[in-house]
């Protein structure tokens, strides 16, 4: 059962306007919750976090929010810019040893010129 | 920065070999993991260990095996390989405790012919 879910499979934006990815968890335990980019042939790499006593994490271009009574996060990307253009995996975690976190599917964004 | 090093890019390997596959990550990090990623599934927690020599089943066991005998090295093993273990197969590590965001290496798409 999918306990981080990320229901757009892909998204395109133009450049110079706002990127909106959005994730969904069902696990109210959930205190820890990251974005990761994906390139092509890459592994991913890790874009932003937010804990569960925020609802709100800046940097630079890239901001998450956090609605816990909804259970809700996304990632506001602004300006958006061609080299974004990648997969957005959300994933999150309870603070247990081992420090395993759940993924969601991926959002595909591109960012048109 | 953070260096996880996986063994091979590319892999092709015969239905009922035995397959390797190595990782290792050069932060003294005491938590590895072992994904693998598939269209329209995000990734998959197959493994993963938070302590030399420990190991814990993730989401999807069934078919492998991992071995952590050293801090800096997780290796996961396909003990007779199915064609339905293609696929991209993603190492992670990160220090251990709460809220640490998993370092992840550039992958190995395996192809089991």
């Known amino acids: 059962d999918q306990q981080v879910k990320q229901n757009s499979p892909s998204l395109s934006v133009q450049e110079g306007r706002i990127s909106i990815l959005n994730c969904d968890y069902t696990n109210s335990m959930f205190d820890y919750f990251l974005w990761y980019k994906k390139y092509p042939a890459e592994g991913p790499t890790f874009l932003i976090s937010i804990s569960s006593i925020k609802d709100k994490n800046e940097d630079g271009r890239f901001t998450v929010f956090l609605n816990k009574s909804a259970k809700h996060l996304s990632l506001h990307i602004v300006p958006s810019q061609p080299g974004d253009s990648a997969v957005y995996f959300c994933?999150?975690?309870?603070?247990?040893?081992?420090?395993?976190?759940?993924f969601g599917t991926g959002t595909s964004l591109t960012v048109i010129p | 920065d953070v260096k996880v090093t996986q063994s091979s890019r590319y892999l092709v390997k015969r239905t009922g070999e035995k397959v390797f596959l190595e990782c290792v990550q050069d932060m003294d990090h005491e938590n590895m993991f072992w994904y693998r990623q598939d269209p329209g599934l995000g990734l998959r927690l197959i493994y993963f260990?938070?302590?030399?020599?420990?190991?814990e089943k993730g989401d999807i066991p069934e078919g492998y095996s991992v071995s952590r005998e050293k801090k800096e090295r997780f290796s996961l093993i396909l003990e007779s390989a199915s064609t339905n273990q293609t696929s991209m197969y993603l190492c992670?590590?990160?220090?251990?405790?709460?809220?640490?965001?998993?370092?992840f290496g550039d992958g190995t798409r395996l192809s089991i012919l």
């Open positions: 992670a590590s990160s220090f251990g405790g709460a809220s640490q965001p998993q370092h």
């Open positions: 260990s938070y302590d030399v020599k420990m190991k």
């Open positions: 994933a999150a975690s309870e603070t247990l040893p081992g420090n395993q976190f759940y």
